[in-house]
């Protein structure tokens, strides 16, 4: 299957900082890509849908200021969590449709689990 | 908006046995997709098996196998010859057509016991 890369698989920051998380698709072009979030022994929310060229999409109760997703290139989805704070731990996980099948199944990057003190 | 269910948070079975983990979903599509994904204790989601609604023919993936009765809306997976390595937790999804996020069930712990 197709091959998505998540950078960095683990940060720790401090209250009030912010944090960069890349999403690269690496031997597809992903026009779209999705960002999910997993707390503890639950299942997985999605938080936005990210569109190369043009804003992301939020969903409900997602804050589209706190988190700020871009997508310049076609390979290449950011996540920004800015002034975190603890309750923004949690495991984040991106997802791009392979175009070779159709855009009909969707490949995961292995996660980033962000620890906020 | 579609909805996923697995009625089953854990369950477990023999090393050789064979286990069916249960999926449920609510949609108001005609056509769409279904998914069962495994993610193990690294996290890594990985996918195990898709089905196409408009196929009748129930999909299958070396020992994996799914059940799926689209008038039911009802979607299972059959793990046969159950191996140590198939221990984590299963997630069934829903997707629509098109460029589309997946919806998930809250998943379904599978130990498998030696």
């Known amino acids: 299957g197709a091959v998505v890369s998540q950078h960095p698989s683990r940060v720790i920051c401090k209250s009030g900082t912010s944090v960069k998380i890349e999403c690269r698709s690496l031997?597809?072009?992903?026009?779209?890509m999705f960002w999910y979030r997993q707390f503890p022994k639950q299942s997985l929310m999605l938080m936005a849908t990210?569109?190369?060229?043009?804003?992301?999409?939020?969903e409900q109760g997602v804050e589209k200021d706190k988190f700020l997703i871009n997508h310049a290139s076609l390979t290449l989805s950011t996540l920004t969590v800015t002034s975190a704070h603890p309750e923004d731990s949690s495991f984040y996980i991106c997802?791009?449709?392979?175009?070779?099948?159709?855009?009909?199944?969707?490949?995961f990057g292995p996660g980033t689990r962000l620890t906020v003190l | 908006a579609q909805t996923v269910t697995q009625s089953q948070p854990e369950m477990s079975v023999q090393e050789a046995e064979t286990v069916t983990l249960s999926c449920t979903y609510d949609?108001?599509?005609?056509?769409?997709?279904l998914f069962w994904y495994k993610q193990p204790p690294s996290r890594q989601m990985i996918l195990v098996i898709r089905?196409?609604?408009?196929?009748?023919q129930n999909a299958t993936e070396n020992r994996f196998s799914v059940n799926f009765q689209k008038a039911a809306k009802s979607f299972s997976l059959k793990i046969s010859d159950s191996q140590l390595g198939d221990t984590a937790m299963y997630f069934c999804?829903?997707?629509?057509?098109?460029?589309?996020?997946?919806?998930f069930g809250k998943g379904t712990r599978l130990s498998v016991i030696a």
């Open positions: 999804a829903f997707m629509k057509m098109g460029n589309t996020p997946l919806v």
């Open positions: 031997d597809f072009q992903a026009t779209t």
């Open positions: 997802s791009a449709p392979d175009p070779g099948q159709g855009r009909n199944t969707q490949y």
């Open positions: 089905q196409e609604a408009y196929k009748q």
């Open positions: 949609t108001s599509e005609n056509n769409y997709y």
């Open positions: 990210s569109n190369e060229g043009s804003k992301a999409t939020y």
